[in-house]
């Protein structure tokens, strides 16, 4: 038996207060794939000066009506949790039985006033829920949705509706040896959700009580170097993380063991120092192929296979043909090695099957959500299509 991870989002650093809440409920639903008597969740205040304080916690199974079988969330033997700043830990073990196709429900009260600092978030619509409302309904009374106090405008204004969790980070199941867990590692398009969603679906349906599927994207990731800066601030924008090289060790493997790891990062690589940094250059094809090496070696130090994929095209009529030509140059360069190297298990070739063929700088125009970068819902079915179920269920080539 082992603990597996039902769910899993990575806590991301905003730089600051994003909101205040009292005497507010969240509740996070969301379908579980694992079998298991015992649940713990990962308490978090990543990135906070101050304490975190929990009033009562509880979870159960959402039947679509109610939530049944609803019970208390402890630490230390306490309903009433402090969390320390920047600190992480497991909450006492909750005896609740749970099964494959079960919808988990998760609910969080913050009675006095409480500063929120990191967020855990996603925008597809496709996959959990996040609800946030005044008053204790840990009881699992319905309720209706409400806005925290001091909203930050990032949040506010996203041009993709964000949807944000806050206080814990994962919820894991006791579960079977044999239960295959997946990583998905990269940027904006695995941490937005649409491709993970579409991925979830697809096996927990053909696979129930075999396998669970992770997030550990961070939108704005850079694989080699940390956080761009705001040319406005001249500070990072720490939203986006630090580097993937430096943060992958821990965000995939620090509380799961991952058989396999799907990755798809880089493209910020070429694109930032263009947009933020007004370079004329993009960071050399030769940094990110080291940076690749470095990750495939540490998935298999971890006996994990980690698959690959392409960098897809980004172009969009707004940007300069200068910058067009510096970004592609690039991207070619870097997705012939991928295509060719031996240092990864497989190779995913989101490119040739995401790019527009009249125009193989855009994706094609059904595939994203307008802004030619990241991938739509249908984007996501797509590229959940060219990947083989059979082998992420199985943990291997061999057994494909």
Not at 112 to 120: A, P, S, V, W
Not at 138 to 160: K, M, Q, W, Y
Request: charged content about 25%; glycine content about 8%.
């Amino acid at each position: 038996m082992k603990w597996v991870s039902s769910i899993k989002y990575l806590s991301t650093d905003f730089g600051g207060r994003t909101m205040s809440v009292t005497d507010m409920t969240l509740r996070l639903t969301f379908s579980n794939n694992l079998n298991g008597d015992r649940l713990r969740i990962r308490l978090t205040n990543r990135y906070a000066p101050v304490p975190l304080t929990i009033a009562h916690m509880t979870a159960g199974i959402f039947t679509g009506t109610e939530i049944r079988s609803l019970t208390d969330v402890t630490l230390h033997g306490r309903k009433t949790m402090v969390i320390n700043p920047d600190e992480e830990l497991f909450s006492d073990d909750i005896a609740l039985n749970v099964r494959a196709g079960d919808i988990l429900s998760v609910s969080v009260y913050f009675k006095e006033k409480q500063d929120i600092y990191g967020l855990r978030s996603f925008w597809s619509e496709t996959g959990p829920k996040v609800l946030l409302g005044k008053g204790d309904h840990t009881d699992g009374s319905p309720f209706e949705e409400s806005e925290p106090d001091d909203l930050a405008e990032a949040i506010r204004n996203d041009v993709h509706k964000m949807f944000y969790f806050f206080g814990f980070d994962a919820v894991q199941v006791y579960t079977h040896d044999d239960v295959h867990a997946i990583a998905a590692f990269g940027d904006s398009i695995t941490h937005m959700s649409y491709f993970t969603n579409a991925l979830t679906r697809c096996l927990y349906s053909r696979y129930p009580g075999r396998v669970s599927l992770l997030n550990c994207g961070i939108g704005g990731n850079r694989l080699v170097h940390d956080a761009s800066c705001n040319p406005q601030t001249g500070k990072p924008i720490t939203v986006f993380g630090e580097a993937g090289v430096n943060r992958f060790e821990r965000n995939v493997f620090e509380i799961d063991q991952p058989d396999t790891v799907l990755m798809l990062i880089g493209i910020n690589d070429i694109m930032h120092p263009l947009q933020f940094n007004e370079s004329k250059e993009p960071t050399p094809a030769e940094e990110l192929i080291a940076g690749y090496r470095r990750i495939a070696e540490t998935a298999h130090r971890h006996h994990a296979e980690i698959l690959i994929g392409t960098i897809m095209p980004c172009g969009n009529n707004e940007y300069p043909d200068w910058w067009m030509e510096a970004f592609e140059k690039t991207r070619q360069k870097v997705n012939s090695w991928i295509r060719t190297q031996s240092v990864f298990d497989d190779v995913m070739d989101y490119d040739a099957l995401m790019r527009d063929e009249e125009n193989p700088r855009y994706l094609k125009g059904n595939l994203h959500l307008g802004d030619g970068l990241h991938p739509n819902d249908s984007g996501g079915e797509k590229m959940t299509a060219a990947i083989d179920l059979n082998r992420l269920a199985e943990g291997g080539k061999e057994n494909a």
